[in-house]
């Protein structure tokens, strides 16, 4: 069910015909589709129900978001799969957005309307929308079939909610507490744009849904004629409020407001300019201030005369059994309540898009500043050289840069002479034929340890490098021998005069442009940018911390980072660190994102298609042939390179770079195996 089997068998019927049909259908299960369905129904045909839809449906995608999140499930892959990908998604595969989406939409629309042609269509336009993805290589069939039976569990479970009135007599002031606290809190929990989106619709709609029933009443469902008028109007005014939240609210927290203005459109703004226009049918008025309300749980389906708007569908779902307050003629109470909540609104949106701030300027680190016309593709980061060679040695750098790693990464200390030295490690006790804390040594001392000693290539059977001369090198040594390759410096201890002794070495090789420096350590980081301003930095383990909370609680626009690139793990323990909000956020501030250690070519691909500007990999073969599939080769040019965006539909290449100079290894051949190896960066 997740590999590539399934979608093998259905692309055996592929034409060009059954393509176009398979986008089409993709289309429907999208969220521009059913941003043109939900008002529809709750603007012309049944208020009631339009209500419990959105409400259903927004909780559902809402919940589709952090699964995936949580799951962090690969999509099918053109490399690995052999399949036809023909249209590429960033966000991780399990369990299918179009899938759930279709399941509670035109599930929920299937249960509610009997009408025969309905009851024949709403199914054939779930499966249909759900074979769409595995055919277009989207998703594997496990993912949709997973998506199916989440969107089927949804529907039930909020119908058996509505039915109940669950919530329905809830006083109004705890539902209009609750319609704002719990998006809030939800917020955390998944950080992608999606989540601001959603729960920040769903919060304005709920809103404004306590009051727009008795403020601005629609007869429903509505003729033909009306019907159009009506979603044309609305639409109109939809699409545009939605151009100018695009034009001007920043991303993150801001569009919170921002979408739920949206959500407040929907049901009360629309609404009250179908009263003005004479779209509303004035007699919907009387009924719906003169009849007992009925929660949008309480009536079975089908049941209720036309146009009985009496509802009570405040906040969470369900009937209160009382009498609607407020009610009457648009501009009492209740739109004098929605007036407020619009202007509340509006003001949190302009005062966080006015508080954002900007940028750091990209030119000011040079060349290292990120992606670019120049420089389209992601970066190939080669983890102490990589691991084909024995690591932090001139051998491993030589390697990685003939290799065509675009940047090296190595680690500095100082030692008790004050000689810069190249080694990852406080000890010499794992890579060398030495012992002892490297800091308690003299450069003399440390230039007798073989580097190569420890070094294995098939888990201790041979050692190719032992004595063979190589050694631990100096910061001055890798720059002479690499004079044009970039290098990723990090320096190990928390000492000010090493930033210091590299910021003086930098400058007297000429070397400040071609080097990005980070640490752990935040003090150190912060004394290297005082003494080398010129030089670009990467953000600190505090400052990052900060980052990635300040971007799970959408405060990220209201930050101006210090470096010029975020460099973080995936997961740290079970939380998971990168995603593509977090990359989308970063870019906003004017950071590149850099995931470290990747070593795995399946989760390399994921990582690039997400967004990651760069990978830090022991594994720079393997990472340049994936980089290579995706993209084209470096100057490859045309809209793949220019654009950074995978061309889609792909066939795998075989045998993909085999790396010519190791022991017995082949270019997907498993990794971590070959030697003990430190894990953090």
């Excluded at 601001?196 to 403020?215: E, N």
Aim: charged share 20%; net charge positive.
């Amino acid at each position: 069910m997740f590999d590539g089997d399934g979608i093998r068998v259905l692309q055996q019927v592929a034409t060009p015909g059954l393509d176009a049909v398979a986008q089409l259908f993709t289309y429907l299960g999208s969220e521009y589709f059913y941003m043109l369905v939900l008002p529809f129904v709750y603007w012309c045909l049944d208020r009631r129900r339009g209500h419990q839809l959105a409400f259903l449906f927004l909780a559902s995608m809402w919940l589709n978001g952090f699964l995936k999140d949580l799951a962090n499930l690969p999509r099918p892959s053109a490399l690995f799969d052999g399949v036809r990908v023909l249209v590429r998604e960033t966000s991780p595969g399990f369990p299918s957005g179009h899938a759930q989406g279709a399941m509670t939409l035109f599930g929920y629309l299937w249960l509610e309307y009997r009408v025969r042609w309905w009851r024949a269509v709403a199914p054939a336009l779930i499966a249909l929308i759900a074979f769409s993805r595995p055919y277009l290589g989207v998703h594997y069939l496990g993912d949709t079939l997973g998506g199916l039976a989440i969107g089927a569990a949804v529907v039930a479970a909020f119908r058996w909610g509505f039915r109940r009135g669950l919530g329905g007599a809830w006083p109004r002031r705890r539902k209009r507490v609750a319609t704002v606290v719990v998006p809030l809190l939800l917020l955390p929990l998944y950080g992608e744009s999606v989540a601001y989106q959603t729960l920040g619709f769903l919060m304005g709609f709920l809103a404004g849904d306590l009051d727009a029933f008795a403020a601005f009443p629609l007869r429903t469902p509505a003729p033909a004629r009306v019907a159009i008028a009506r979603w044309v109007v609305g639409m109109a005014g939809f699409a545009a409020l939605y151009a100018l939240h695009g034009a001007l609210i920043p991303n993150g927290l801001p569009e919170l407001p921002g979408y739920a203005l949206l959500g407040l459109w929907v049901t009360a703004g629309a609404p009250w300019c179908f009263h003005r226009l004479g779209l509303a049918d004035p007699s919907a008025r009387t009924a719906a201030a003169g009849s007992p309300a009925a929660g949008p749980g309480d009536a079975p389906a089908g049941a209720g005369p036309a146009g009985s708007e009496g509802a009570d569908p405040d906040g969470l779902p369900g009937a209160s059994g009382r009498p609607m307050r407020g009610g009457g003629p648009a501009g009492g109470r209740p739109a004098q309540r929605l007036g407020r909540l619009a202007l509340g609104l509006l003001a949190a949106a302009v005062v966080g898009s006015v508080l954002a701030r900007p940028p750091v300027p990209r030119e000011a680190f040079g060349p290292m500043a990120g992606p670019s016309p120049d420089r389209p593709l992601p970066l190939v980061i080669a983890h102490r050289g990589g691991d084909r060679r024995p690591e932090n040695t001139l051998a491993s750098f030589r390697y990685a840069a003939a290799l065509g790693a675009d940047w090296v990464e190595l680690d500095v200390h100082r030692i008790a002479d004050g000689a810069l030295v190249v080694l990852h490690d406080e000890t010499v006790d794992r890579t060398t034929d030495g012992s002892g804390d490297v800091h308690a040594m003299t450069l003399e001392q440390v230039k007798a340890l073989d580097a190569g000693y420890r070094w294995t290539p098939d888990g201790g059977r041979t050692y190719p490098y032992r004595g063979r001369g190589l050694r631990i090198p100096t910061l001055e040594e890798v720059l002479a021998a690499l004079p044009r390759q970039r290098l990723l410096i990090e320096l190990k201890d928390d000492d000010p005069r090493l930033a210091e002794d590299v910021a003086r070495t930098l400058r007297e090789h000429g070397a400040t442009r071609r080097v990005m420096v980070a640490s752990f350590h935040d003090r150190t980081l912060r004394h290297f940018r005082a003494v080398a301003p010129e030089v670009p930095t990467s953000l600190a383990s505090g400052e990052a911390l900060r980052f990635v909370v300040a971007q799970r609680l959408g405060l990220t626009p209201f930050l101006r980072p210090p470096g010029v690139a975020l460099q973080v793990p995936e997961y740290h323990g079970p939380l998971k660190v990168f995603a593509a909000g977090l990359v989308r956020l970063a870019h906003d501030r004017g950071l590149e994102v850099h995931a470290w250690t990747v070593n795995d070519p399946r989760k390399m691909e994921q990582l690039f298609l997400a967004g990651a500007d760069g990978i830090v990999t022991d594994r720079p073969d393997l990472a340049l042939a994936v980089r290579s599939h995706l993209f084209g080769p470096p100057g490859a040019g045309g809209a793949a390179d220019a654009g950074r965006a995978p061309a889609g539909g792909r066939r795998p290449r075989p045998g993909l770079h085999p790396d010519p100079g190791s022991v017995g290894s082949t270019a997907f051949a498993p990794v971590g195996a070959v030697r003990d190896r430190a894990s953090s960066r």
